[in-house]
């Protein structure tokens, strides 16, 4: 029952967003069973087969991906499961194919410099903050990652972990900052 | 004989707050009435949740999952700016086990194994997880890391949580512990009256040292 009407609101959700919405391309069978909030002007792309979900009973969890600026960029692969995932991008987020995203904070920008100005900060370019997450990673709850951090395939981080700096393949990761843990 | 004193010395200590500030009965007998209520909610329509009676709910109780859930006598779930009391147990044979007297605030129970909380434990606004991933079903069908682990979690009694503090599977921790702010602990066992602190949490600082060394005995 519940599945069906995931479904069923995927499938409003798909076809509202062709209609209305071009900036969003969502691939063929997508799922929410929560709710799913896109907001900004940038570029959103889901890949098939994905997963909406969130903690029963807690509206607090939903799944938010946000653009900031039209020049922005998400691009989520197929079969992804993001589980109150929250993504929010100003230059591009890349996420590969069957990843597991849960209660992970994605932001891809400090939004303001660390001097006394807080300003934009300088020298954030498209190719210094890009955050790339690969193939078939999973990222705990309550774990955050920032700008500029590329994580490769078969990854498991921990919960509770703040991802600073780029991870090799098949390895696990915890603490903050994440260092490599045994498994 | 134990439970009628501990029962005395909380009614004098609710007459003296109440003393204190009469618009407190009020809300102690919302409290009551709302945490009534859930237990006998639950406990009717959902067999697998126990809650002992008194129960004070200052704040939402969500339980949820086919697991069993046992909640001790003269527990209270306070005010928090987020959230209440949320359980969620993934399967038939999780359990959670609450001790008596338990103050909680805005705790999150993950639970697909055993999680014990002692009595007379408080918490804050933090997480209970016995799984590293909650979507459990979904980590066990793909990659190189195929086995989600799961291990069992036991929280001594008089322990305290502090906010933003996640407990993950296989850890153990001892009586009277101090779990200090945005720590996250996992496979491990704190000694009894110690202070765990950093992410990850390697050993438990004792407390007895701690004072002596800031010097406020």
């Known amino acids: ?89 100003k230059y591009e987020i890349i996420i590969g194919n069957d990843a597991l995203i849960e209660q992970a904070g994605l932001l891809d920008t400090d ?18 903050c890009r955050i790339v997450v690969g193939d078939r990673v999973c990222i705990g709850a309550r774990s955050f990652i920032t700008r500029g ?24 990761v915890g603490g903050n900052p994440a260092k490599p843990v045994a498994c | 004989m134990g439970g009628f004193q501990s029962i005395v010395f909380t009614m004098c200590d609710i007459i003296k707050k109440i003393m204190a500030d009469p618009r407190y009965a009020v809300h102690v007998l919302w409290a009551l009435v709302r945490g009534c209520s859930y237990a006998l909610y639950l406990g009717v329509v959902r067999r697998n949740v126990r809650i002992r009676l008194p129960f004070k709910a200052f704040a939402r109780v969500t339980i949820i999952g086919p697991g069993r859930v046992i909640l001790g006598k003269n527990c209270a779930v306070a005010h928090s700016a987020f959230k209440g009391l949320t359980i969620v147990t993934l399967s038939e044979d999780a359990t959670v086990r609450i001790g008596e007297n338990c103050h909680l605030t805005g705790l999150t129970i993950y639970c697909c194994n055993h999680v014990e909380l002692g009595s007379k434990s408080m918490t804050a606004v933090s997480l209970i997880q016995d799984c590293l991933f909650v979507n459990q079903s979904f980590v066990r069908t793909r990659g190189k890391h195929s086995v989600n682990e799961c291990g069992p979690i036991a929280i001594g009694s008089n322990a305290w949580l502090s ?3 996640i407990i993950l599977s296989g850890s153990k921790i001892g009586a009277d512990c101090v779990v200090s702010v945005g720590s996250v602990c996992r496979d491990m066992e704190v000694k009894p009256y110690s202070l765990a602190m950093g992410n990850p949490v390697r050993r438990g600082l004792p407390i007895a040292n701690v004072m002596r060394m800031t010097g406020s005995t």
């Open chain 1, 111 to 128: 939004f303001h410099s660390i001097d006394k100005s807080r300003k934009t900060p300088e020298g954030e370019t498209r190719e210094r």
């Open chain 1, 1 to 89: 029952m519940r599945d069906m009407f995931a479904w069923f609101r995927g499938y409003i959700y798909r076809v509202t967003c062709r209609l209305f919405r071009q900036n969003i391309e969502i691939g063929e069978g997508l799922l929410i069973y929560k709710r799913l909030s896109i907001v900004g002007k940038g570029k959103v792309v889901l890949g098939k087969n994905c997963l909406i979900e969130g903690a029963l009973g807690d509206s607090s969890q939903f799944v938010t991906l946000y653009t900031h600026g039209e020049s922005a960029i998400i691009r989520i692969g197929d079969d992804v499961a993001l589980y109150a995932a929250r993504v929010s991008a």
């Open chain 1, 149 to 172: 951090v590329k994580i490769e395939d078969d990854v498991l981080v921990f919960p509770g972990s703040v991802v600073t700096s780029l991870i090799k393949a098949g390895s696990c």
């Open chain 2, 163 to 165: 906010t933003d503090a």
